[in-house]
């Protein structure tokens, strides 16, 4: 193995790993939700400068390889990939931040039935797989896998449009219930851009690496 192969193998490695940090704080912030955990929702918070330092880091390896070894081809477009995946990543790292914040924040304790009904669970939990299911098409250069996720963000979709309606009825059954219904209304909209960013990345995997699958067919774009 060469010394710039080792160089895109290692950089590929970073990226999961700052996948897996940000699907550890999306997780975290779930949990801190339900069971309405203000310590579990500031460590989330505390630890959004990693996510951050990661980001950075990344970056600068990618300029580092543009600046050595002038990539082309497949190369290229693996590098563009991780940039725009890169940045993705640390929005969702945000959003995960933002809805600990809510929770760190938040005096009311949410209702466990009003979180099952306004579909927030369902909606927490499709929101991790599809995360989860962009890691592995990455990892293991899986466009079949990736193109379900355009799918699997329409569910998300729906959720987000049936949320003013759900948010309304549960004020009006109870005034007192005004502030944690906007909290959860503010967490579905939030869900609703982790869809967005998943679907972003699953289309930067798709161009890289069917761009690769051409290559290697002896086929030319």
Known sequence: MTQ???EIQDLKSEVI????LVLSQLTKAKEAMLTFDKDLAREVMAHEKRVNA????IDRDCENIFALYCPVAIDLRFLLAV???NTNL???G???DGIAMYIADSKVKFNKDFLESS???QMYNNSINILTDAQTAFEFENTTLARTIFSKDVILDTINKKADDNISKYIQEDIKNINEALIILSIIRKLERVGDQSKNIAEECIFYI???VLKHSGDRI
Do not use: H, S, T, Y
């Open 119 to 121: 579909q927030l669970v």
């Open 83 to 85: 940039l725009k995946i």
């Open 17 to 20: 790993n700052m996948w897996q």
């Open 94 to 96: 945000d959003i995960a």
């Open 90 to 92: 640390e929005r969702i």
């Open 4 to 6: 710039f192969e080792r």
């Open 54 to 57: 990661l980001e950075l880091k």
């Open 210 to 212: 069917e761009a690769k």
